[in-house]
């Protein structure tokens, strides 16, 4: 628990031997020959004993180091996790996505209060990815065609509907219910699309996505009566998806 420091040259020249205790600052004792100074050139070998000053800072920086990382971990604890923040619940996601293929199931009128935008995020992004497969880059056309459709379907609903509905709530359900037009993509990687049979898919797939964005509109805002007004304009937008899919 000694940390010796010797000067060679006290050694050499006789000089005194002065020990020095870091741990009280003061203690010093003298060894050799005399007093420090008293001796020879003046030039003694001194020896630091820093074993109590290693002690007591030791133990103080592992407190503070020990303090301090029990805070950091309670913060963190506390903290919510990572997909709770962007409001990614996959649960959800999967109930949605559920909802879509199975449009002949009765539907939850509260599956709509949690409108997550990462499944329609998800969706466009999965078929810009699938048509760039197959040499076509429509990635504007399917934002851009996306959020015009979106914001008209909400002034639409907005004015046929007394309840109002956010647009946040538009997408949510559009995006969603994109799930067939997505696998008709997906289909066109299997067999030729330009021809009777795939056609006849994309006809299926127009109104596989408009009965189901439909039966989500007219549960969430109660539109039982509006049923064919609400179908129309979402029929038209996923004609458009169909084309771009198409040719």
Known sequence: GRWPMEDPQGDADGGDSV??????????????????????????SMQFFPSDYQEESGSGSTRGVSSHASSAYSMSAAEPPLLEELEINFSHIWAKTRAVLNPFKRLDPHLMDDTD????????????SILLLTGKIHF????GLGGVGCFGMWAVLNLMSDRGVDVSCIISVLGYCMLPIVLLAALSLVI??????GFACALLAVGWCT???ALMFVKVLQMVEQRLLVAYPVAMLYTCFALLTLF
């Open 19 to 44: 020990v020095y205790d870091v741990g009280t600052h003061s203690d010093v004792t003298i060894g050799g020959g005399g007093a420090y100074g008293g001796g020879g050139d003046g030039i003694g």
């Open 117 to 128: 935008l990462a499944g329609p995020l998800v969706f466009c992004l999965l078929l810009g």
């Open 140 to 143: 504007g056309y399917i934002f």
């Open 192 to 197: 030729p699309i330009r021809s009777v049979i």
């Open 211 to 213: 009965h189901s964005a």
